[in-house]
């Protein structure tokens, strides 16, 4: 036991030094950008400028525009007051973090980008403050159709199917979809893709809907870009279908991959989605979009974030409002050298300087951790500890009601017990945060980080609530007969007796549960959170979509290691004492002196 | 070791009858046990021995008969309150392991008898010298050898100052030279005008303690008196069998 607890010891002690040593580092050099990895949520600038693609598919642009309209409404007639706003004078924007520079966070853990950032120029016009909430794509248009948010800002392309759900404003920008292969591919265009191609695309996105509808094939769906980029550099699929600026921002210099080919739609302009009743708020924005397109703010954002030519027959805004005036990118381009995008790049890194880069970028973790511990840290302890407790709490009732004798208390606890056991977590935290979420939103202000913690507490009391009672159940009958034979009756006996000897019992398989806990407070991120209420997974996930290197990533890891692997030996340890306890048995004299004085 | 003096009152069973399912555990038995006075209960395993002293402090309800305490019928008391004037001992202690030695004799005490902290402590510390083991007190029960361990178990019975003690079998799960200590315990009680029914397979504390004897099988009292009666002129085979099986 000396030896176990010394181990224990010394693991505690690397582990700390580790973090030590990780913190200092990061904060003696913080600010020090010495890494030279590019922050993919920062305005490239007008010398990133591009040509419209030279590779555009057949037919592409032949099409009739049948959503954008006319004109608008006066900016001077609108009411705020009557856009139906979740909270009064505050345009609530569900929005995603990990795709620049349309949307993304940057390095402050600020929601901006393109989109946002023109978004925010509108919520001037209209005087209205803009607040955003991260959220998972997939969930995004549900999202906005179900309240959860006044407006979707994705660089969501304005299909026909989103119609059906959601209501879309004119168009603030425009999409090609690129084909992207790895260099060498024997792929040169969208025709060439079949049903033995395994293509890429993020779940739930046009591009999905475009390779099923469209090509009629049977694409590889991932959760974002990153994943999907990474899994082609990786040679796990062999093309990647994906918004243009997405592609050309994921694509960094010396990357094995291409850009072969372009397709452009102009139904399919970029807009933001507003709940489909909810016209008057439809109406201010388009308002709001044509104002800073007319005073010159749409060209000057614009040029800064996602400079490139506009296609043929496409401009923003209603088809009243003026025609931007931007500067000749195409020239522009030419004249910097910039090549159109699908050129393949120059010089190629060699596979392992691109793992040691993509996994081990120092400048990374230093930027890491300082939000990892300022932000993350806090939210990944404050969501498992109070799920922990309120779930200890219900999952005790649980186990007092199944083991009751009466039905009516055991029957429900079973049910309960079974379907939270029998769920995934992320189903059970979806369900809640969106399922919940709208009925209960005068109670949690629309705020998810809550009905997070309840979905964690939920699902941890079915499991504590077994462990309970299989605690409770394995003290042996010998005891509550004792009790009960004292004069305690049957509730004081569970209560003062049994109950506390089986909950020490099973405090080893408790800690494992609150492990699983600090793990599982990841899954809240699928709700959308403000950029304060990011836990470790969050911060991580964000700044590993904000730079396309998983280094953030490995960070948090660390991050839940350093949590973990110390409670993990504390539980061992815990195991051992009470399994084997300590014995000093010894027989005391009087023992043996006494005889039977009566015979 | 002084005895002290003890208040036993009578305690009588009639035709008292148990049933679990379609086994007949009990099946009209009768018992009295005149106030300060000791009944042994012998019999082969299965007979019904604990069972009769579980229905005789209501752990489990009779299907039929009575249970007088000092005369009065108790079936309609609270069972709870019946059971805090009946001290009941186990063969396998039954001590609460998470709770020290002075806390599994203070417990019940306190808890229902509303006694402060301190007076249960002092209490309990007394009950503790009385067999022995002051200088355990705060020692856990699985510290204890199994001797000590069945005093300390003794000694919480009669912390809740009982009218009758029950001991089920309490030496059988002693190592041989643990036993002693037990049996004088049980036979100072005894001596002290407590009013004791005895279950046990310990034939020599039966018969030099008891000052009744009975004979249990399958349920029902098979051959009752004096010790001198039962063992030297057994009037039953299936006694004189049994006799031959455990002397």
Request: glycine share 10%; charged share 20%; hydrophobic share 45%.
């Amino acid at each position: 036991m000396v030896g176990s607890a010394r181990k224990l010891r010394t693991a505690f002690a690397i582990l700390l030094t580790m973090l030590l040593a990780l913190v200092l580092t990061s904060c003696s050099s913080s600010g020090d950008d010495a890494s030279g990895t590019r922050d993919l949520c920062s305005p490239p600038g007008i010398e990133s400028a591009s040509a419209a693609p030279t590779n555009l598919a057949q037919g592409a642009t032949e099409a009739e525009d049948r959503y954008t309209t006319p004109d608008v409404v006066p900016l001077e007639s609108i009411d705020t007051s009557r856009l139906g706003l979740i909270t009064p004078g505050v345009l609530t924007v569900g929005t995603l973090s990990d795709a620049p520079p349309s949307i993304c966070v940057n390095s402050e853990g600020v929601f901006t980008g393109y989109d946002n950032e023109v978004l925010k120029a509108i919520g001037e016009k209209l005087g209205l403050e803009v607040q955003f909430v991260g959220t998972e794509f997939a969930g995004l248009l549900a999202q906005v159709a179900g309240h959860r948010f006044d407006v979707g800002s994705s660089s969501i392309t304005t299909t026909d199917e989103r119609r059906n759900l959601v209501g879309f404003t004119n168009g603030y920008d425009f999409g090609y979809f690129s084909l992207v292969v790895p260099n060498g591919s024997p792929i040169t265009g969208f025709s060439d893709l079949n049903a033995s191609t395994r293509i890429g695309v993020v779940q739930g996105t046009v591009q999905d809907d475009y390779v099923v509808n469209t090509l009629k094939l049977d694409p590889v769906k991932f959760p974002d870009y990153n994943t999907a980029y990474a899994n082609l550099k990786t040679g796990q699929i062999d093309a990647w279908v994906a918004p243009s600026q997405q592609a050309e921002g994921a694509i960094a210099p010396g990357d094995p991959t291409s850009i072969v080919e372009n397709t452009f739609s102009v139904n399919n302009f970029v807009g933001w989605a507003v709940a489909k009743e909810n016209q008057p708020l439809i109406d201010a924005l388009n308002s709001g979009l044509d104002a800073v397109i007319a005073d010159g703010t749409w060209a000057e954002l614009y040029t800064e974030w996602v400079p490139r030519e506009l296609p043929e027959g496409w401009k923003p805004g209603s088809k009243a409002a003026p025609e931007p005036e931007l500067p000749d990118f195409a020239a522009l381009a030419a004249q910097s050298g910039t090549e159109p995008a699908g050129t393949p790049a120059a010089e190629q890194k060699s596979t392992l300087t691109q793992l040691r880069e993509t996994f081990f970028d120092w400048g990374l973790y230093q930027k890491a951790f300082p939000e990892l511990l300022k932000t993350g840290l806090p939210n990944t302890l404050i969501l498992a500890l109070t799920s922990g407790i309120a779930g200890t709490i219900l999952g005790m009732l649980l186990a007092v009601a199944g083991i009751s004798r009466t039905r009516w208390l055991r029957w429900p606890a079973r049910v309960y017990t079974d379907i939270f056991r029998g769920l995934p977590a992320v189903v059970i935290i979806l369900l809640v945060g969106l399922g919940v979420g709208p009925v209960v939103q005068g109670l949690t202000g629309n705020n998810p980080y809550w009905l997070g913690a309840a979905a964690l507490a939920l699902l941890a009391a079915a499991y504590i609530g077994e462990i309970f009672r299989s605690g409770i159940q394995s003290v042996e009958a010998g005891q509550m007969e004792a009790a009960r034979a004292l004069g305690f009756s049957y509730r004081r006996s569970m209560s003062l007796v049994v109950v506390p000897q089986g909950i020490r019992r099973v405090l080893p398989a408790l800690m494992n549960q609150f492990i699983a806990l600090i793990k599982d407070s990841s899954l809240i991120y699928f709700l959308g959170l403000l950029a304060t209420q990011r836990e470790l997974f969050a911060v991580g996930r964000d700044l590993n979509a904000q730079t396309g290197n998983l280094s953030p990533l490995v960070a948090a890891g660390l991050f839940y290691l350093i949590l973990t692997v110390p409670l993990t030996h504390l539980v061992n340890y815990i195991d051992h004492r009470l399994r084997v306890g300590r014995k000093e048995v010894t027989l005391d004299p009087l023992e043996q002196d006494l005889v039977v004085e009566r015979g | 070791m002084t005895a002290p003096t003890l208040e036993g009152v009578s305690l009588t069973g009639t035709g008292l009858h148990l049933a679990f399912g379609s086994n007949k555990v009990l099946r009209g038995v009768d018992l009295h046990v005149d106030a300060g006075k000791t009944v042994t209960v012998i019999g082969p395993s299965g007979s019904g021995k604990s069972t009769l002293l579980r229905v005789l402090n209501r752990l489990y309800e009779p299907d039929a008969g009575d249970v007088l305490l000092d005369g009065k019928s108790v079936l309609k008391d609270n069972p709870d309150a019946l059971r805090q004037r009946i001290g009941m001992v186990f063969q396998h202690f039954n001590l609460f392991p998470h709770k020290t030695v002075i806390e599994n004799i203070a417990l019940a005490p306190r808890k229902l008898k509303g006694m402060s902290k301190d007076e249960a402590r002092a209490l309990a510390l007394e009950q503790l010298e009385l067999v022995g083991l002051a200088h355990k007190a705060e020692s856990r029960p699985a510290n204890l050898s199994g001797g000590q361990q069945q005093r300390v178990a003794i000694a919480r019975a009669l912390a809740m100052k009982p009218q009758v003690m029950f001991f089920d079998e309490a030496t059988s799960a002693l190592d041989p030279e643990l036993v002693k200590g037990v049996l004088a315990l049980m036979a100072d009680l005894g001596a002290g005008g407590m009013t004791m029914v005895v279950v046990t397979h310990e034939m020599g504390f039966a018969r030099s303690v008891s000052d009744t004897v009975m004979f249990m099988d399958h349920g029902a009292v098979v051959e009752t008196g004096t010790p001198d009666q039962l063992f030297d002129s057994p009037e039953t085979e299936r006694l004189q069998q049994f006799l031959s099986q455990v002397l």
